[in-house]
Structure formats: structure tokens, C-alpha cells
């Protein structure tokens, strides 16, 4: 069974720029998170997705970010324009039922220049 | 809300030696515990996790932890490590029965020297 895949793995973008990152969750998983570690600090929960619905985003930092999920399969995760305090490794994770293990992508490192 | 405080950002030990990485947490309300593990150049994977049950958790690659309610404490640990266990440490905890965020730490980098 394949895992929870991110593209891209890497992105370096100036400042101001738009950057769109994927994930592809387990097939099956309703439950589909994002996270993002900023240089030296933890990992931070930013949004969750139950199928299409968005049902927690109280960790999204601003309305630069936007995240979709379109027919409950996979997720983009958009920051527009970017901005230097943005860099860092964004994971996306998913699970099958709320509550359960969540299993997690390989992250997508953002540098913004 | 929940917080995770993981002491050791740093961790080197020698091979075959055992080690301790050390992980507190703060919350009002019962949590859900992890702990994974980050592999340079790879994601974050499922090292261990206690529901319920037993304190003492095992995991994969050797490694074990224990739940101590009175100290909410969750200290991750392993008898003899391998080169192979260099990488860094994540633990984490959600609240119980519901389809919560993870909190993490800071993350422990174990570095194992031959």
C-alpha cells in the first residue's frame, strides 16, 4: 500500500512569490492534516480536513495561506505571496478514522528567498 | 490545550549503549502518546504509541516507553543502540477521542558514535 505522498520535495522561491504544495493521502484515509516545522521549532499543526470539509483550522498562521482539498482525495496547500518567515518543512499526514494513528508524508522543504 | 517539552534537544551516545530520550507533557485533559522518529532525508514515522492498557509500550526497532501518569511523563527508551538509530525524535500527544491535532516537542537528535 502506498504511503502518503508530498510533491514537491523541495521548493525555493523568492519572496512574493506563489507556491503550491500537494499531498496525496493512504487511499481510504477521510482524514487528511497539514503541519509545518519552521527552522529549529516544533512541528506545528496547521489545518485538517475530514473527506472535502475543513474541520479544524485554527492553526493556519494567515489568510496567505490557503488549503483545498477537492473531492475528499488529495490536498493543496497554497501560500500566496510568500513571505521569508514561511520557509520550512511542511508534512502532511492522514489516517482513516479520527483519532487514529496519523501517518505522515515525507515533507516539502520551502525555502523563501 | 496540550504541550510537549522534550529536555534533550540534543542526544549523542555511543553504539550498543542504552539510552533514555525524555519527554513531558502538560494537559487538561487524558492524551493520546507518540513518539516518532525523522530519518535524515525521510519523513516522520510511527515509532510507537499508547492508547490505553499497559504503561510499558513496545515499539519497532527495539525501542520501548513508558506512561507515568503521576510524572506525565513518557520517556522513550532502548537497551542497546545501533548506528542505524541516528536520527531525530519527535514526541507527541492528542486528546483522547477525538479527532484532535497532534502536539509535538521539539524533537531529540539521537546521534549514535561508533
Known amino acids: 500500500e502506498a504511503g502518503v505522498t508530498q510533491f514537491p520535495s523541495h521548493s525555493v522561491i523568492e519572496k512574493g512569490q506563489t507556491v503550491t504544495l500537494r499531498c496525496d493521502p493512504i487511499s481510504g484515509h477521510d482524514n487528511l492534516y497539514w503541519y509545518r516545522r519552521v527552522m529549529g521549532k516544533e512541528i506545528k499543526f496547521l489545518l485538517h480536513?475530514?473527506?472535502?470539509?475543513?474541520?479544524?483550522e485554527s492553526g493556519m498562521p494567515n489568510n496567505r495561506f490557503l488549503a483545498e482539498r477537492t473531492g475528499g482525495t488529495y490536498s493543496t496547500l497554497k501560500v500566496q505571496p510568500a513571505e521569508l518567515e514561511d520557509s520550512g518543512v511542511y508534512f502532511c499526514?492522514?489516517?482513516?478514522?479520527?483519532?487514529?494513528?496519523?501517518?505522515f508524508g515525507p515533507g516539502t522543504r520551502l525555502l523563501v528567498l | 490545550a496540550q504541550s510537549v517539552t522534550q529536555l534533550d534537544s540534543q542526544v549523542p551516545v555511543f553504539e550498543e549503549a542504552p539510552v533514555e530520550l525524555r519527554c513531558n507533557y502538560s494537559s487538561s485533559v487524558s492524551v493520546y502518546l507518540f513518539w516518532y522518529v525523522q530519518y535524515p532525508n525521510q519523513g516522520l514515522q510511527l515509532l510507537l504509541k499508547?492508547?490505553?492498557?499497559?504503561?510499558l509500550v513496545k515499539g519497532i526497532n527495539g525501542f520501548e516507553a513508558e506512561f507515568n501518569k503521576s510524572q506525565t511523563s513518557f520517556h522513550l527508551r532502548k537497551p542497546s543502540v545501533h548506528i542505524s538509530d541516528t536520527a531525530e525524535y519527535f514526541c507527541?500527544?492528542?486528546?483522547?477521542?477525538?479527532?484532535?491535532?497532534?502536539?509535538f516537542g521539539s524533537g531529540t537528535q539521537l546521534t549514535v558514535l561508533p
Open positions: 499526514a492522514s489516517s482513516q478514522f479520527p483519532g487514529e494513528t496519523q501517518y
Open positions: 480536513f475530514v473527506k472535502e470539509s475543513k474541520q479544524d
Open positions: 499508547y492508547l490505553s492498557g499497559s504503561t
Open positions: 507527541a500527544v492528542s486528546p483522547r477521542g477525538s479527532a484532535r491535532q497532534l502536539t
